[in-house]
């Protein structure tokens, strides 16, 4: 499994725990009084957290470079997206893909505007539409890794 070296990383947030999964962390924001939710947590984790893409392989081009999201569409889908997993299994099954680990900060900076991510989680799926990617876009500082 290659696993590419992103250009720009997540920044910390203050509270993200890499051994708690994403999963746990939105399950609970979803769970929450609806008076009081706050998806802050949740989407703080998901630009830390490290998930399984689906790929495919590029007939050339730079290491770093090599791959393409795979992308999917469905009648159930509004928009063409990709899927992420923090479960590796879950990446399996697909012909002539692959699985890279991304950073969700990363993986929504390089991803096209107009897909949307689909989070297979333990016994279902989570959809990020290409609104809620823009917003987090637009307001999450990215720093260069060293």
Known sequence: MNTPTP????SSFTGF?????????LSQALTSDAATANMMPAWN???NAEFFVAVTPKAEGPIND???YAVFSSPKQAEPYIV??????KMTGHDGQQAIRVRGGSLIHTLNPQHSIVIALSQNTFT???SLLAWLRSNT??????
């Not at 890499?18 to 999963?23: G, K, N, S, T």
């Not at 992420?84 to 299994?89: D, M, Q, T």
């Open 7 to 10: 250009a720009t990383q997540a």
């Open 17 to 25: 725990a890499p051994d708690v999964l994403f999963e746990t962390t």
């Open 45 to 47: 984790h998901f630009l």
């Open 66 to 68: 090599a791959y393409d």
């Open 84 to 89: 992420v997993s923090e479960y590796p299994e």
């Open 128 to 130: 990020l539409p290409t």
């Open 141 to 146: 500082q990215f720093v260069p890794t060293a």
